[in-house]
């Protein structure tokens, strides 16, 4: 049987942190062996322990958790941090992840939800409540739409649109069943691509636009 996953909590809200204690303890795959109430006690206390995952809010008095997060990778880079609180809004997000957070919840999670992202974050894996997951894609999915108008500007919203369809390896049936539209609407859009890139076929017009990272 192999050991459990050492786990230290940190929250400033003492209640928040039994129960987190108590959910945790549910399960024999894990072992709390230790927790905090801020961010400058949870640096130390990870250097006393050593844990294989860091359970932290971001919101606390003194260190936040953010900070904390980034200064215990710097020192402990192999440790899983797993952010558990009650904001998702893009700022906490994206700072908790480029701090090096491996995981993201939301309080409000269930027992299980947080006791399988644990032992899914020990493993070396990327953990995200829902709701998070569809910032992360949404966030994304517009970036690369900004960076498709800034290559290809003389496009319009939907010649892009196909052109990054085309350059996936999609036909024209496939991209006007995705696309809800007719075939010879997708026919049109491509020979106004073909057009306006200068490119004399749909090979050429692939090869430009994967040249620039769409279609991968």
Request: include cysteine.
């Amino acid at each position: 049987m192999s050991a459990p996953v050492r786990v230290v909590i940190a929250d400033d809200h003492p209640m928040f942190r039994y129960g987190l204690r108590a959910v945790l303890a549910s399960s024999t795959e894990v072992e709390v062996v230790g927790d905090a109430a801020n961010g400058s006690d949870l640096v130390g206390l990870v250097e006393q322990t050593h844990p294989d995952v860091v359970l932290t809010d971001l919101a606390m008095p003194g260190l936040d958790g953010m900070t904390a997060t980034r200064q215990i990778l710097d020192q402990f880079p192999e440790i899983g941090v797993l952010v558990l609180t009650m904001h998702e809004d893009d700022e906490a997000l994206f700072g908790a992840l480029r701090a090096g957070a491996r995981g993201y919840l939301l309080k409000g999670s269930d027992g299980a939800e947080i006791v399988r992202a644990v032992l899914a974050v020990a493993c070396g894996d990327a953990v995200y409540s829902a709701s998070v997951a569809r910032r992360i894609v949404g966030f994304f999915t517009s970036a690369h739409e900004t960076y498709a108008a800034q290559i290809f500007p003389e496009l319009t919203i939907r010649e892009r649109e196909i052109l990054d369809l085309v350059a996936a390896g999609l036909g024209n049936h496939e991209i006007a069943r995705r696309l809800v539209l007719s075939e010879k609407t997708v026919r049109n859009n491509v020979a106004s691509i073909l057009t306006k890139l200068q490119v004399p076929d749909r090979a050429a017009a692939v090869a430009k636009a994967r040249d620039t990272g769409l279609g991968i």
